[in-house]
Structure formats: C-alpha cells, structure tokens
C-alpha cells in the first residue's frame, strides 16, 4: 500500500541518513496520488498534502530508519483528524423528535430511514416513519414495504398535500398518538435545483428537526465537495450518513464531505437490510481511504 | 485558468486538475497534459481556447478508443440493464422504452428486480404512464424466471424490443454477480435469434471506483455499453473516458433527468468539451 510506495521513494531517494528535498517532494506526491485515486476531493488533498509537509518537515521523522511507517503514520492521524469522531447515537429532544433526511437522487435515504427507524424501535423508542417523498415512482410503497419490514408504522401523504402540508400534519399527529421519534424520508434533489432545495430548507423550517442527516453514496467523485458543500451551505445539516461501504470504493468522499460539509459523519451504511447500519468508525475510514 | 496564452507549468497543472475534477482520473489526465505539452510550442502566445480545443479533441480520441454500436440496431432486441444499487437502472429502464417506442418499436419491459421493496411497482407505474406492457412476478421470484416469462411473451406479442430491469448489485459480492450471470445465460438461450445487448448504468456522481464495477460487471455479463444516469447534476462523468480506454466499453446513453424524455444519444466530442469544461 502507501507504505510500500513510501519506502520505495526514501531508499531510492535518501541519501546519506537525510531525507532530501527531492525525496519529500517524491513521498508527497505519492501521498497525493493516493489520495486522488482513493477519490478525495484533489482541493481537498491539497491543502491535506501541504498540512502533511508542515507535519513531517517539523518533526525528526525524516531523518529516522523508519521514516516511511513515520510518514504514513502522521498521514492517517491527519486522516483520522479530519475525519473526527466515531459517531454515536441520534440527539432525540422534542416531543416528538425530528430525525430528517436529505440527498442526492438515489444515495440510499429510503433505505436509510428504515434502518434508523429499526435501530430507534430496538432501543426502546416508538418511532414513526414519514413518507414525504411526492415525485419518485411507488416511493410512498417502497416506505411502507420498509416500514413493514422493520415493524415501524408509516404515514403517507394525503392526496394532493404537499410535503411541506404533511410536515404540519405529521408534528400534531405524532404527538397525538404518542410517537417520541417521527424519521422523515424526503425525495432525492440535485444541490443546483433551487426550488427543491427551498422546498427542503423550508419543510426544516417547519419540522425543526434534532438531527438533519445528508444521506451520501461512499462511492461519489470529485463532485463530493460541489453537492456536500451546497446542502451544508444552505441547509442546517447536523450530519452525515454515508452509504454502501459494504462496495469495494476507498470512500475518499468521506474526507471530501467531512471538510466541506463541516458536520460529523455519524453512520455508514454497509448493506441493504434494515441491520446494516454501524457507527461510523475514523480510525477504519481512514485506513480504507488509504487502501 | 484565465487567460493565460502561453503553457508554463502552472497552466499545465491546473489543466490537469480540471481533468481530475471531471474525474478522469489522474492516470488518464496526466497522459492528456502530457499529449498537450508535447505540441507546447503549437500555442505559445496563442488563445487559451485552442487549447482547449485541442485538448477535447484528445479526450474524443480517447472516447472513441472505444467504438460506438449503434443506438437502434436493426432486428428484435434484448436490453439488459444491470448496475449498482440506486444509480438509475429502473428509471433509465422506462426512458429507454420510451425513447425506443418513440422510433416506432414495440416494447416490453421485463420486471427483474424481484428483490428490492416496490421495484416491481416502480416499474410499473413507469409502464403504465407510458402505455407499454410490463412482464413481472410475484416479490421473492427467481428473476431468471421473470426474464424466461418476459422473452416468451415478447415473441409471442411480436415485441420489436424486451428492456430488462434487474435488482441494483453491489460488483463485489460473488454470488450476486452468479444471478446476473445467470440471467444473461437465460436470455441467451431463449432470445437466440435476437440481437442482444448489456448496459452497464453508472451514476455520473461515481468516481474511480465505476471502472472497477465496469471490470467486474463485463467480467460476469459482457458489457456491451454504458448508460451514464444523472448528468444534468454537477457531476461529469470523466471516468467513462478511463472506462474508454482501459475497457473499450463505450458510453451510448445519457440520463439527463427524472422524466421519460430525459435520455439522449451519446455524443463523444460534445462530452469531451463539457469535461474540458
Ligand atoms: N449495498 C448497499 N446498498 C444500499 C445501501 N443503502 C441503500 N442501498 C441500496 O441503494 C439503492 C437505493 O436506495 P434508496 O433507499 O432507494 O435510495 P434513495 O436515496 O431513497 O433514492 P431516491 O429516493 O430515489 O433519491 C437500493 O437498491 C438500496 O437497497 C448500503 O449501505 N449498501
Ligand atoms: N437527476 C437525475 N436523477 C435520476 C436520473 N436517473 C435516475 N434518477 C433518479 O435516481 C434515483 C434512483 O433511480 P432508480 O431508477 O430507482 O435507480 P436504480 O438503479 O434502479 O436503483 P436500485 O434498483 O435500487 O438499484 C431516482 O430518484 C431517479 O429519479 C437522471 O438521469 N438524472
Ligand atoms: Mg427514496
Ligand atoms: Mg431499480
């Protein structure tokens, strides 16, 4: 791995006990590509890369037998760093408390909100799943299928009510039948389509939910930063869920994320059933972002 | 990068950070800005423009390392859709029968994801917006028996065009990959006389990790193009050209959007222009 590619660059490149400019810049760019294979944002390995210089040039890493395992070891602990903490379990304050999902088209929100609804329902709680994407095919259904998988009751909308309408529908009706946590499933929007992300930023408004989670696909490019920057920009996030990290994908897009979007990523999903939800782990997203 | 006339270094890094930003990936942007650094002297002091110029002709080239097959193919037609979870495969499965239909050829969409909640009722609602007929079986039924019921009903309604959905699959769990492979084996013994073709759908969101699905998929079913969903977002789609290259699967559709219209022919110089950006 990086490593092997570090040691290789220093024996190539060291010299007489010091590690020459020359052989810095080399293990730079290996750290760099690395990073841009793993599919980090490249503005985002830029300045990473420039931190990892400060880091390796201030200390006497260089100079030791051991520099490349010195390297790659302040390169993960930048990694894990930025990444931040392990995540922990959903803020539920409010009676009842508004778990909100958003993101991208097909990112794995539906499937999400079961399994956080699963994960509530297990830890004593009575939640409540809220069908509120309108546009997709069969959306509602595909809810409801999820609800029933996971013994979570669902309310859909009503025909004609908007998503915003069955916001205020759902605050009243949830206190009512003595729901504590209501997950709201929202439908897939690009960041540049403006009337949904009002839409979207207006059902918050409406829902002041204890967690908004942006649901995002592990396996997203360099685009991470455009679409995480923006939902973060214009919506009050509170954190993130990253999806399919059960593929084979580095997941340099949890670096990207976590940069731009300046919320902790809380959850990744690792496969479609309602089980397949851990807490996200630093230390192992890190790794993997290294391969 | 401004406008700059003339290539020092710094004009061929950022050149090549566009290209990596479009995700195409640092092998293949790095060989680009090789190729345009070598012809340096042609643009000194010269318009950025032709540079850019050049530089999408060189991503064409590359794109069409991989030739295209044709959008319509004459005769009866197998589509096999297949692709990782939430890309896009069920909706480009209606924007296609819809764009066939429009040329005047009688479709019938095959409901093979039989896994997923509400797959097949998704599919459904698309084939009745669009008047076309849809073959499906019960949730939990074994997709290769949907496929085997949707060919004989195709030949039995003199269908021009059978499109099958399957089940979203991540490339790397084996036996998964097995029921695809399946279901192409199936398609092969009872369409022989049809003219069939596998299409890969990748999201335009996906960065380098969509050719090592392009490899696993092709290793399994033969991919026989590409079919790049949601490309009306940010997201550029780049690593089709590393695709290109490495693979010589060609792309051959766009999904440019949620409704049935939104899907257009592949255009290799145009979407080289819009990496090149
Ligand atoms: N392998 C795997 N598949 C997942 C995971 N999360 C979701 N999926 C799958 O990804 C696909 C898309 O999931 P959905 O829940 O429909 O995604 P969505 O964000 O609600 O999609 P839209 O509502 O259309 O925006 C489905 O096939 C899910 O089963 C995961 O962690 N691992
Ligand atoms: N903006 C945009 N959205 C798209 C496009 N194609 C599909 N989508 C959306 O992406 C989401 C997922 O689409 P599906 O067709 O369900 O994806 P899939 O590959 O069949 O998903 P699974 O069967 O769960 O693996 C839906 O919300 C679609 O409306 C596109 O070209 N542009
Ligand atoms: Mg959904
Ligand atoms: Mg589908």
């Not at chain 2, 849809?134 to 019921?149: L, M, N, R, T």
């Amino acid at each position: 791995g990086l490593q092997d590619r570090l040691q290789g660059v220093f024996k190539r490149l060291k010299g007489e006990g010091r590690v020459s400019e020359e052989a810095l810049q080399a293990a730079l760019r290996e750290i760099r590509l690395a990073l841009l294979e793993a599919d980090v944002n490249f503005r985002v390995v830029k300045s990473f890369v420039a931190r990892v210089r400060e880091r390796s040039i201030g200390s006497d890493v260089l100079e030791s037998l051991t520099a490349a395992q010195q390297v790659v070891k302040i390169v993960k602990d930048e990694l894990v760093g930025i990444l931040g903490e392990p995540g922990g379990d959903l803020r539920l304050t409010g009676h009842p408390s508004v778990v909100l999902l958003c993101g991208l088209q097909g990112s794995g929100k539906t499937t999400t909100a079961g399994k956080l609804a699963k994960k509530l329902r297990e830890s004593g709680r009575q939640p409540l799943l809220v069908a509120a994407d309108l546009q997709r095919a069969a959306a509602v259904e595909q809810l409801r299928q999820v609800g029933a998988g996971v013994g979570v009751p669902v309310l859909g909308p009503d025909d004609g009510e908007t998503a915003v309408d069955l916001a205020t529908r759902v605050s009243r009706e949830a206190r009512e039948r003595g729901y504590d946590v209501v997950v709201f499933d929202t439908a897939g929007r690009l960041h540049i389509d403006e009337a949904l992300m009002d839409e979207i930023a207006v059902l918050a408004k409406s829902l002041d939910p204890t967690e908004f989670l942006f649901v995002a696909d592990a396996m997203t490019g360099q685009d991470a930063v455009k679409s995480a920057g923006a939902f973060g920009k214009l919506l009050p996030l509170t954190g993130v869920i990253l999806t399919k990290l059960d593929g084979d994908s580095r997941g340099g897009a949890a670096l990207s994320i976590r940069s731009v979007a300046e919320v902790p990523i809380r959850f990744v999903g690792v496969g479609e059933k309602p089980d397949d939800l851990e807490v996200f782990d630093p230390e192992r997203m890190a790794s993997r972002i290294l391969g | 990068i401004a406008d700059r006339a003339f290539l020092d270094e710094e004009t061929l890094e950022s050149l090549e950070e566009g290209l990596i930003a479009a995700d195409l990936g640092v092998e293949t942007s790095q060989e680009l800005v090789e190729s345009v650094r070598k012809e340096a002297k042609r643009f000194e002091g010269g318009d950025l423009s032709r540079l850019r110029d050049h530089l999408a002709d060189r991503v064409a080239v590359l794109l069409l390392d991989a030739p295209q097959p044709p959008a319509r193919p004459a005769g009866r037609l197998v589509t096999l859709l297949v692709g990782v979870n939430g890309v896009g495969k069920t909706t480009s499965a209606a924007k296609l029968a819809a764009w066939h239909q429009r040329h005047g050829d009688r479709v019938l969409l095959a409901a093979g994801d039989t896994f997923r909640a509400a797959a097949t009722e998704q599919l459904e609602l698309w084939a009745d917006r669009l008047d076309i007929d849809v073959v499906k079986q019960k949730a939990g039924a074994d997709p290769a028996a949907v496929v085997y019921d949707a060919l004989q009903a195709g030949a039995a309604r003199s269908a021009d065009h059978v499109i099958v959905d399957t089940a979203g699959r991540l490339h790397n769990r084996q036996g998964l990959m097995a029921e695809l492979a399946k279901i192409k084996r199936v398609i092969e013994r009872t369409a022989a006389g049809w003219k069939k073709r596998t299409l890969l759908v990748l999201d335009a969101t996906t960065g380098q990790n969509a050719i090592s699905q392009a490899r696993e998929f092709t290793r399994h079913v033969a991919v026989d193009g590409i079919l790049l969903a949601k490309v009306d977002g940010t997201a550029k789609g780049g690593v089709t050209v590393a695709i290109a290259r490495e693979l010589r699967i060609p792309v051959m559709f766009l999904g440019v959007g949620e409704g049935a219209e939104d899907l257009v022919e592949f255009r290799p110089r145009e979407f080289a222009e819009a990496l090149v950006g």
